[in-house]
T-cell receptor, first 111, second 114 residues
């Protein structure tokens, strides 16, 4: 399995600031995905970056991928209180491999 | 509305009892998954199914069982053999397991032991 590990485990910022979290994984991947989970709810898919891509944007989200370092970062710009959630990365391997999630980064955006 | 529905939202299990968690999807997805989440932790894969009448063990299958008799449904049974069942259980689906892309999740079931 491709284990994702997020860093930091927790992050507290003021509304309007940027939030950056990192993800490291151990084995080769075809894609790296980021999900958000609000407390007591299911996960919601945010963005997917493929192994041949280095950077991807979606609204206020920016994701980078460095396959040589086996790492990815998620940047949330101009954060809002509604961005308060846990964020998980997951590495997708070759067909038939299981998608494996890391422990997540808990983000608190203070109004 | 297309989506994935889990029920019940809360479930309590007595010692020695089997309980079944429901998961239904109307997204016409081939692949379905069950994950377990402990407080403050990530998700661990219990079982997954790529097509009807087929399923595979995940990383923590012991004490659990599943069936996939219909494309829309993937129920999970937590058996009495699972000694530490208290957790948040999440069901997910994807278009197909082969592409390993974009999982859609249900709202989860919180299972507690009485």
């Amino acid at each position: 399995s491709q284990q994702g590990e997020e860093d930091p485990q927790a992050l507290s910022i003021q509304e309007g600031e940027n939030a950056t979290m990192n993800c490291s994984y151990k084995t080769s991947i075809n894609n790296l995905q980021w999900y958000r989970q609000n407390s007591g709810r299911g996960l919601v898919h945010l963005i997917l970056i493929r192994s041949n891509e280095r950077e991807k944007h979606s609204g206020r989200l920016r994701v980078t991928l460095d396959t040589s370092k086996k790492s990815s970062s998620l940047l949330i710009t101009a954060s809002r209180a509604a961005d308060t959630a846990s964020y998980f990365c997951a590495g997708g391997g070759a067909a038939g491999n299981k998608l494996t999630f890391g422990g997540g980064t808990r983000v608190l955006v203070k109004p | 509305d297309g989506g994935i529905t889990q029920s019940p939202k809360y479930l309590f299990r007595k010692e020695g009892q089997n309980v079944t968690l429901s998961c239904e999807q109307n997204l016409n997805h081939d692949a379905m998954y069950w994950y377990r989440q402990d407080p403050g932790q990530g998700l661990r894969l219990i079982y997954y199914s790529q097509i009807v009448n087929d399923f595979q063990k995940g990383d923590i299958a012991e004490g659990y069982s599943v069936s996939r008799e219909k494309k829309e449904s993937f129920p999970l049974t937590v058996t009495s053999a699972q000694k530490n069942p208290t957790a948040f259980y999440l069901c997910a689906s994807s278009i197909d397991q082969g592409t390993n892309e974009k999982l859609f999740f249900g709202s989860g079931t919180q299972l507690s032991v009485l």
